[in-house]
């Protein structure tokens, strides 16, 4: 982990026009709260680090951007986050953006919860497990042709699988879609995850 990491640099490049504005501002009142505060990638998104542990998170989507507290719940309050997006519902323009003046007190009240030991108590969506994925017929095809790739994917949990497919059929053009499911194959062949570069981040 460090202080600035050149992989959010990367990822605010990557943003939506929108957002990076967004996401550059809550970096700099985050890192601003704290000397001990650092900035790393978890699940391919920005968190921030408090002595080792996560204690906010930021990312951008298509049409919003999102940050929250790890332990939303004790910092915030009770109650599931804002629109189901992070701590302060889903940010569309700086506007959204809680001020310095509202967001320090909450950094601060986050760091002494880590401080003090206490364990996340965040409030926990339940939900119905989704279906296991659909394979497309065209990597359905390639995994027969392909033993070792085939294995893996059938061990592969539910979740790993639907990673793959949806990366494979979400792709718009043909091309990127043949690109994709050249590149599945051969992670899978190699017992990789779709998301096994962020695996050790």
């Not at 408090?50 to 929250?68: D, E, P, V």
């Not at 939303?72 to 189901?84: F, M, N, Y």
Request: with cysteine; glycine share 6%; aromatic share 8%.
């Amino acid at each position: 982990m460090s202080r600035h990491d050149p992989r959010i640099d990367d990822y605010i490049a990557q943003a939506a026009p929108f957002a990076r504005p967004i996401l550059e501002r809550l970096r700099e009142q985050v890192l601003a709260a704290g000397s001990d505060i650092g900035e790393t990638l978890k699940w391919s998104a920005p968190a921030f680090m408090y002595r080792g542990k996560i204690l906010c998170t930021m990312s951008a989507f298509k049409q919003h951007a999102s940050f929250g507290f790890w332990q939303h719940a004790l910092v915030v309050g009770t109650g599931e986050p804002r629109a189901g997006a992070g701590s302060f519902g889903k940010l569309t323009t700086l506007d959204d953006v809680p001020s310095g003046r509202e967001l320090a007190p909450l950094l601060r009240k986050a760091m002494a919860l880590i401080d003090a030991g206490v364990p996340s108590a965040g409030v926990r969506k339940t939900s119905t497990p989704k279906p296991p994925p659909e394979t497309p017929p065209e990597l359905a095809a390639a995994l027969r042709k392909n033993a070792a790739a085939r294995r893996t994917f059938e061990a592969f949990s539910p979740s790993h699988r639907r990673e793959y497919v949806e990366w494979i059929t979400e792709a718009k053009r043909d091309e990127t879609r043949q690109k994709r499911l050249a590149q599945t194959l051969e992670w899978l062949a190699e017992g990789k995850t779709r998301h096994w570069k962020y695996q050790d981040c």
